[in-house]
């Protein structure tokens, strides 16, 4: 149980953790993830015994996994089982969802595939589970409400799935953030990028772990069918959510200083667009 | 089988047939499956009617079941089966456990109020509209006090066992958003409810056997049925507790008679009744040589056989003239022609005469988009449900709705039928829109639609702004749901008096990568 304290304290195995962000492809979901999440240390870097950990996938749409809107099942599963064997107490996944929450919930495969990997499935459609929290660095954003979950777990793993955007032009790590608050529509209408940026800088999570898996390259966030998704097979995982998404930007065919919110978000100091500075490692499976 | 036993059967398959109905009109987690609503909503008259002239399928013969119980045993429908009578009777039962001594007093039928509630709705539906059946009918009465008056403190109730838990982080039960009916489905229902209430508790079964034309439909069967309740002469001793115990005060000591038209199958005189003296008899046995009892009867049956025929031909002609009133495709103007109705519904024309209003739909719908209307439709359409883009949208892979209607005006619907049906067609705005007055992206309404009839294409610099192609669209209010502009929206969803169909999207194949590539960082 303790071992990822004595990892710490003696340092010695920690020489992978050095890693500023890791991509992984060319496997399954959850084999990418374990290969991932070793390279920095494994979860225990992250997950402490008796800590409670909130997952936050991509769970906005009312599809099967094939259609690529929402985050894969089976990486959700895996990194449910990563943290329950590092002594997570509990493990909640949840999303504010666009489509009605119970359908999408279902028909996404994730409900089933999280409570398998004993996770709790919690809902986020009421805004009776969001809190008041001020933005201190928002420009444009300045106080939201945000899911108790996010403000009162130890870890808060984000796990977004790589997509095009019609209005956000990508939708990554900060975009999915876009889910753990209450009222969406104010950002649509009031300057998205900024909003985005904003957000960012005062919900952090622990780790971002980026699914490449399928990926909709166009008609996105939604999409209209299978028709839209290629297979990526990647995987793409950093604490710096602004790198991740840089990442996963490239991957995707963009330049990060294309994205709004990733260039507004470098700039605030959120974390780093710019990847020629990072220690980066790249497994090819 | 000793008929004593009729009363405790009676009672059980009635509470089933009510606590099952309750349940539905409760239930906004859908807990149950589709087989469920169709056989408990089955043998309910007027929805299966409806249904069946809609549909013409055996699947909805419930209605001829009840006519065929009705010519055998009489009314058997108003106590076992119709909701709204099952209620008077929990009413009366609640009024018995406090006022012990009460007796029910014999009273002759009040035909002038009766029969004309019965005209009304039977010649209006001749005439093209299912505005009095809907507002009549007792399956939908109850439907609309269920759903509008009780669903919300179950939901309210259901809120505040969410409120505790998540106070300790248990998150089995979820909070619901409890939506009112608008205010003139509020205030008829409530009254429905207070007039029900009021006649029972005044005198037994009256509503039934005076406004309901479901009750005087029936009664006006009762009197040719094979097996009526009747007093026997010989044993009967007058003490009169059958009479007293009569919720319809059907039951005339003085004359020994009862109006086989007005009982309603409760069984209490039978149970009742120390001398075995009143029971279900055979009168054609007994008065095989009444001559008068036969004339009548053979009339009955000719004047109801006339009157389905007259409704059947009557429906057809109808649905003919309903075509060509849509309008054109490229009509497209700032303002709203047609309110929209559920995917399913075929378009205003099929549903507005077709649908009781009964609001099953409003209750199971999980996104809550279908809302009783007010004038959406006209005064005729008072009530009937129509899809409310401010409260939320329609879900692309849902299709409960066409599955829980019992009266045909949601037609069942596949979710893959589904993706082409349009029911309205996108219009946009751009004026309106943040992206054009702010300069900010937003892409919300294009995010929201399922078969990007909304699309973004590239406006300035970096940002998009939508594009509307109203061919593919299926008219689901997602985007005029999800455009944050106020006070009016730049995207929106004009409805169609008679449903298209839309087109597919195009599907190019894309590229798949390659994944020996290296990482392009």
Not at chain 2, 460 to 481: D, F, K, Q, S, Y
């Amino acid at each position: 149980m303790a071992l990822g304290s004595y990892n710490k304290i003696f340092g010695g195995t920690s020489a992978e953790q050095s890693y500023d962000l890791v991509a992984v492809r060319g496997g399954d979901p959850a084999t990418m993830f374990d290969k991932a999440i070793l390279s920095l240390g494994g979860i225990k870097s992250y997950v402490k015994p008796n800590q409670t950990v909130v997952i936050k996938p991509n769970i906005g749409w009312d599809g099967p996994p094939e259609r690529g809107a929402n985050t894969n099942p089976a990486l959700v599963a895996r990194i449910v089982e990563h943290c329950l064997t590092a002594g997570a107490k509990t493990v909640y996944v949840f999303d504010h969802t666009i489509n009605e929450w119970t359908r999408t919930y279902s028909n996404s495969g994730i409900e089933k595939a999280a409570k398998d990997a004993g996770a709790k499935i919690v809902a986020g459609n009421s805004e009776s589970y969001y809190h008041q929290v001020t933005i201190r660095n928002g420009r444009k954003l300045k106080s939201d409400k945000v899911h108790e979950l996010i403000l009162e777990s130890d870890v808060f793993i984000n796990v977004p799935i790589l997509k095009t955007h019609g209005g956000s032009i990508l939708t990554i790590s900060m975009k999915n953030l876009m889910g753990t608050n209450w009222d969406r529509q104010w950002w649509h209408g009031n300057d998205l990028h900024q909003c985005i940026a904003d957000y960012a800088s005062e919900i952090k999570p622990t780790l971002n772990v980026v699914d490449a898996y399928r990926v909709m390259k166009r008609n996105g966030p939604r999409g209209v069918s299978l028709s839209d998704v290629v297979e990526m097979k990647s995987l793409i995982i950093s604490e710096d959510i602004v790198a991740a998404d840089a990442a996963a930007a490239k991957l995707i065919g963009k330049e990060p200083e294309q994205i709004g919110h990733i260039r507004i978000a470098s700039e605030m100091g959120v974390g780093k667009s710019d990847l020629t500075g990072l220690s980066i490692n790249r497994i090819t499976i | 089988m000793k008929q004593a036993h009729l009363k405790k059967i009676r009672v059980v398959v009635a509470l089933v047939f009510f606590l099952s109905l309750v349940f539905i009109f409760l239930d906004f987690r859908k807990l149950l499956p589709e087989f469920f609503y169709d056989s408990i909503t089955f043998l309910q008259f007027i929805p299966s009617f409806l249904k069946f002239i809609t549909v013409f399928s055996i699947t909805y013969l419930g209605f001829i079941i009840i006519l065929v119980l009705t010519v055998l045993f009489g009314r058997i429908y108003c106590s076992a089966i119709c909701p709204l009578g099952i209620l008077q009777d929990i009413i009366l039962w609640f009024k018995k456990k406090i006022k012990k001594k009460f007796r029910y007093k014999f009273s002759r039928p009040l035909d002038y109020l009766r029969y004309p509630f019965l005209a009304l709705p039977v010649i209006t539906f001749l005439a093209g509209t299912v505005f009095f059946i809907g507002l009549l009918d007792p399956f939908s009465n109850f439907g609309r006090i269920i759903s509008n008056l009780l669903q919300p403190l179950y939901i309210g109730l259901n809120n505040a066992g969410a409120w505790i838990l998540e106070k300790v982080r248990i998150y089995f039960l979820y909070p619901e958003e409890i939506s009112y009916a608008v205010p003139v489905t509020f205030i008829f229902t409530v009254f429905i409810l207070v007039l029900i209430t009021w006649m029972s508790l005044k005198r037994g079964r009256l509503y039934c056997n005076t406004i309901c034309p479901v009750g005087t439909l029936l009664g006006l069967l009762a009197r040719i049925s094979l097996f009526r309740i009747q007093i026997i002469d010989n044993r009967c001793t007058r003490c009169g507790q059958c009479s007293f115990a009569c919720k319809s005060t059907c039951i005339s000591i003085k004359d020994l008679t009862v109006d086989f038209s007005r009982c309603v199958g409760c069984y209490n005189c039978i149970s009742i009744c120390p001398e075995d003296a009143i029971k279900y008899l055979n009168p054609g046995k007994q008065n095989a040589a009444n001559p008068e009892l036969d004339k009548g009867r053979r009339k009955v049956i000719a004047s109801i056989g006339l009157l389905f025929t007259g409704i059947f031909g009557l429906r057809k002609s109808l649905s003919a003239q309903d075509v060509p009133q849509n309008k054109q495709p490229t009509e497209i103007e700032p303002e709203k022609h047609f309110a929209v109705t559920p995917p399913g519904s075929l378009g205003i024309g099929h549903y507005t005469s077709t649908c009781t209003a009964c609001h099953l739909c409003v209750s199971a719908c999980p996104t809550q988009v279908l809302q009783p209307s007010f004038l959406e439709y006209g005064i005729t359409g008072l009530m009937q449900p129509h899809m409310d883009y401010e409260t939320n949208y329609c879900n692309e892979e849902c299709v409960i709705c066409s599955e829980v209607c019992p009266s045909g005006a949601i037609l069942s619907l596949s979710a893959e039928a589904k993706k082409t049906v349009q029911i309205g067609q996108v219009c946009l705005i751009l004026e309106n829109c943040v992206v054009y007055t702010d300069h900010t992206a937003c892409g919300s309404c294009s995010e929201h639609c399922p078969t990007q009839a909304v699309r973004m294409v590239p406006f300035m610099g970096n940002l998009t702004i939508p594009e509307i192609r109203p061919e593919i669209c299926v008219g689901c209010g997602a985007c005029e749901h999800a455009c944050p502009t106020r006070p009016f929206r730049a995207i929106y969803v004009d409805g169609h008096y008679i449903h298209q169909v839309a087109k597919k999207p195009e599907e190019e194949e894309l590229e798949q990568p390659a994944i020996e590539e290296d990482f392009p960082f």
